[in-house]
Each structure stands twice: as C-alpha cells, then as structure tokens.
C-alpha cells in the first residue's frame, strides 16, 4: 500500500511537468513571464502567507525551514488545479477568458528526526497572450495592424530538505532544475496589400538551476502562543536560454505571398537571468486554534535585461537592453482559523483561511511603472474521514487579483482546489 502515493507522485509530477499552465494576460510579454504563485492550496486559501508557516500536516514549499517540522508518522503527497476567469478592460472595451491549470504537485515525508525532506513540481512562469492594435498611418485611410502573440514558460522540479539543529531554529535550502520555452511575436500587416508585412520572433530555451534558503525561529510567548519569524534567499543568476530573434517578411503579389527569413540574431553570447529574490515575515499562533502572519517578498528585476533587436540608421544591431523593469514588492496579510480541531462536530474541524496582499510591477511601459496588482482570498481545509483515511485534507480557495494602474485593467477570479493525502507510514505495528 506505501508504493501507491509514491506511484500516483511520480504519475502526476511527469504529468505537471508536460502540461502547460496558462495564461491570457498581455502582461505576460514583459520579462520571463508572469510569476506563478508557487504555493499549495494550504498557502493560497490566505493568499500566500509562508514564511513563518510551519505545519506537521502540509508541505510549505515557499520556506524549506518548515519541512523539519512534518509528522514522523506520516507521508504528504499534495496536488493541486486550478480555473480562472478574468476580464480585461481598455479604452471602454471589455473581454472575457478562461484558463484550467495544473498548478503544482509536490510530497514530503520526515527522513529522520528533526530533518524533513520534500519533493515536487510547479510552474515558475507563464507566457500565455494574443491580441493586436490598429492604428492609422499618417493622415491617410491607410492603417497597419500589429499582432502580439506568445507561449511558454518556465517549470520548476525541486528538491528540499529542513533541519533542525537546535531547539526552535530550523533552516532548509530547495535546490531545483528550471526549464521552460519561451516564444514572444509581433507581425505587423498593412490595409495596402502592396506593403510588405513583417514580422519578428523572439524565442529562447531555458535549462538551468534556482536555490532556495529559508530559515525559521520560533519564540515561546506563552502555553499556547508562539510566534515564528522567517527568512528565505534566492540568489539571482545567469539563466543561459540562448536568447534569439528571427526577422521576417512576406512579399504580396496578385497570386502568390513569399515567406522569407531575412536575418536571425542571437545565440549562446546572450543569456537570460533570474533576479534575487529576498522573503521575510512572521507568524503567530495559539494552539492548534488560530495562525495570523505577515509577509514581505523584494524581486530585483531591476538588473533584469531584456534581449531586443534595433535597427538604427540601416544597420541592425541585436543585444540585452536595460532599465525596463523595476524591483518588485509585495506584502501578505493571512490569517487560519480552527474552532476545534478534535471536536466531533464536522464544522469545527474545518481550516477556514483568508488573506490579502498588493504587489509593485516589474515591468515598465514607456519608463513608466506597470499595473499595480490587489488580491484577496478565502479558503477552506476540509478533513476528510472515511473507514481508510483520517488524516487528509480538501484545500479549496477562492481568489479575486485586480491589476491596475496601467493601459489594461484586468480582473480576475480563480478556483483552486488542491487534495493534500496524508498517510500514516513508519508506525510499529503491535502483535498481540
């Protein structure tokens, strides 16, 4: 019976490893992506409060300090999907999409005492848009048409181990292998059929690496009340992804259209970075009864550069541009609430979860600051009892994401649900 969650990990982590999550934001042209939340659906019912997290029953991926606390007695597999809807509104138009996602899949188990290990796979970033403007040129009736387009992203395999040294200070590195496509189009065509349209396509391929250190202490206030402060670091790095361009046009006659590459850029010389990523917070707890914290994680993507072509003066120059993006910054506000965890009433057993965060843009539009994001959360941890399980968890969470500030506004609403399976392993068996 042990092999069964170790074959249903392994059977679903290849397949979150091949599945795509999606997006449909514009956004996601800018940088790598759009940033995945990178959490379980334990952390995403108070919209992604981690830091001073620390649970016996669930794997708190975002700070491997609190793998040394799961259960000696048990085996964690957790995974998770999602569907989102969002509406996009510029100039007085309005659009709907919708996404289904898997979004992460993950395990973790005690190795020996005081030190955890966990295992899994989640998206890091999406690249997910199609959408086009239309402008006139000049005074004229003429127009052109741009059309964006672009697909991939970036996954991520990890895995953590937590240790604790000593009495209430833990501290746990993830080591994880990053990899991902990444393809970003703009073809532009023209109403005068005798213009040649154009077109360029970006692309890289990432294979590399990304470190996580966490740590964690926890202060004894009183009987009941502790109060844990978290630290995690991820050193920014060269990435590779052989960044390329390919420029291309199509000559229009009255019977035939001619597809031409007229020049290709790039190659090993170039290479993508991953910014450092710093996280800090707090966390309180009474008993078993209620979790309140604080978060705060800082992105420096203002080293970021952005690979782009430039054709000045007839020559075409092709190389990493700087000063488009900004470091980024967000806060979480979280809170879990637990009326009675051993009470035989089956509404006091329930994890009842909220939480609210903003966040600063990374990108820039015309050396102006990108949309500001507000999110808010609500969520649900619901145990789940039968004659061969009574340990393991429903986590369902609702969120609402408002980007603002900027040419698009977007709004969003996503559904998650996420099956954490707790079994009971490493127990001695009594003979009588």
Partial sequence: MKRLPLCAFLLTAVAAAYAQSGTNSPYSRFGLGMLSERATGFNRGMNGLAMGCRRHNQVNMLNPASYSAIDSLTFIF??????????????????????????????????????????????????????????FIGNSTATFTTTYSGTGGLHEAFLGVGWQPVNNFSIGVNGSYLWGDIENKSDVTFSDASVNASGRTYSAEVKSYRVNIGAQYSFHLDKNDWLTVGATYSPGHSIGGKPKCYYRYTVSTSSTEVNDTLSSYGGRELKLKLPTEVGAGLAWTHGSKWLVGLDWDWQKWSSYEQPEIIASGGSVSYGMRGGMYSDRHKFTLGTE?????????????????????YATSYYKFNSNNGPKELSASIGFGIPIQNSLNNRSILNVSGQWVREFGSTINENSFRLTIGFTFNERWFAKWKVE
């Avoid at 999409?97 to 973790?108: D, L």
């Avoid at 609430?337 to 965060?357: E, Q």
């Fill in 78 to 135: 957790d995974m998770g999907v999602s569907g989102q809807i969002t509406n996009f509104k510029e100039n007085g138009n309005s659009k709907n999409a919708k996404n289904a996602n898997f979004e992460y899949v993950t395990a973790g188990f005690r190795a020996v005492r005081n030190v955890g290990i966990a295992l899994g796979v989640v998206p890091l970033t999406n690249v997910g848009y199609d959408y086009s403007t239309t402008s």
């Fill in 337 to 357: 609430f637990t009326p009675n965890s051993m009470s035989r009433r089956f509404l006091n057993r329930v994890n009842y979860r909220a939480g609210v965060s």
